[in-house]
């Protein structure tokens, strides 16, 4: 049971999205995809802090961090044609509906597409949702982009999240290092598998699955 690495993950999200898109890449796991967008390619990546024709990561030498880094506080680049603005601009252009996919990372995704995401429920950790729930509100399309277990082997795809939801029935689509699997009704369509068969996805996933 080989997984995908997080590089090859990557890729097999960034096909997926079409030309012409505007696509807000989450924190975390999800910010990788923007350096597996071929160049010539016109995904125009927005980041919640006010950045739309965001580019892959800087080459070595050529970051500026004190004002062109992510949402995560990463450093990127700026496309040609790309700009940066405000905040209330940015969220204007998510709660307005004007992204055609959001990428998040989750913590857990549930059978329903119910998103938990920000808080692993420790009352010392992060104090508040951020803009992930904008995101899954505002955004067409809702893909998740995650390992398929935790760093213990518990599933991460389960029937109902345990953990603070960020969003009730907001997710379309998941990619994990093992799978491709589209919610559909309450159901959990498996399009592609990785490193393993049907039956191993199924022993590693808490939620029922079904073929495609």
Known sequence: MTPLTHAELAKVV????????????????????????????????HSENGILGMGPRPAPGKAQPDFLINAGKQPVTLLEGGSYFDHATSFAIVRGGHLDAAVLGAFQVSEAGDLANWSLGDKQGVPGVGGAMDLAAGARRVFVMMEHVTRNGRPKIVTECTLPLTARGAVHRIYTDHAVIDVIDDRLIVRRIFGTDFEGLQSITAAPLHKD
């Open 14 to 45: 960034a096909d997926d999205l079409l030309e012409g898109w505007h696509v807000n890449l989450g924190i975390g796991l999800p910010t990788s995809v923007a350096d597996a967008i071929p160049a010539g390619r016109e995904v125009i990546l």
